[in-house]
């Protein structure tokens, strides 16, 4: 049963959009980008503007967040970030403008009992490195940005006058390289968010193994 659960728990987290359609209630939502984010420094690996997805709760959801890091595996050296900075895992400029919330960031009560009606965010992931970096490479030809610490924070930040700075409860989470990032940031989520709150983890297939 435990195992069941499990694979249960990485097809809600991984599913891909195709899996859920409109009828099934999935919503588009709308992409966010974060303005103020080049004078923190926080860009993605071409130099452009973070962004995410928020989804605003409602009744008794309403004060509770779910944050959800987009997963995409990692580049491994520059030529393949190079290759990555000119692809939607790279550049907030090839991404979708809008994205289907399913899953566990679906609105559907029925397909997400637990989370339909919380603040669900997709937090869209450009640095290639788990959001993990904070360093910039730079040669004659090529400057890439990785400030995968710099966009979590920056993204915190502007979520926050949004309502995540009352937030009673909140959920972070992300499947794959987005699951590694909330290991990474677990712990710091908490400094941002009142001492009431109550804030859980949960990271799907987010150990990457040396084999």
């Known amino acids: 049963m435990m195992a069941l659960a499990m694979i249960g728990l990485v097809l809600v987290l991984c599913a891909p959009r195709r899996a859920w359609s409109d009828e099934q209630g999935s919503d588009l939502v709308d992409m966010t980008l974060v303005r103020g984010a080049s004078a923190q420094g926080a860009v993605c690996l071409d130099g452009s503007l973070p962004a995410y997805h928020l989804d605003r709760g409602h009744g008794s959801g309403l004060g509770n967040w779910l944050l959800q890091f987009e997963g995409g595996g990692w580049c491994n050296d520059i030529d393949s970030c190079l290759e990555r900075s000119m692809t939607r895992r790279g550049s907030t400029r090839y991404m979708?403008?809008?994205?289907?919330?399913s899953g566990i960031l679906s609105n559907?009560?029925?397909l997400n009992p637990d989370f339909y009606n919380w603040n669900r965010v997709k937090i869209r992931y450009c640095d290639g490195a788990s959001f993990a970096g904070d360093s910039v490479f730079s040669n004659q030809t090529t400057k890439l940005y990785f400030r995968g610490q710099r966009i979590w924070?920056?993204?915190?930040l502007d979520l926050l006058p949004k309502g995540l700075d009352q937030a009673e409860k909140a959920l972070l989470s992300g499947c794959s390289a987005g699951g590694l990032a909330t290991f990474f940031h677990c712990d710091n989520l908490s400094a941002f968010l009142p001492k009431t709150a109550t804030v859980k983890c949960l990271s799907d297939a987010g150990f990457f193994l040396d084999v």
Not at 96 to 101: G, I, L, P, R
């Open 96 to 101: 979708n403008k809008q994205e289907v919330f």
């Open 153 to 156: 924070r920056a993204i915190v």
């Open 108 to 110: 559907n009560v029925s």
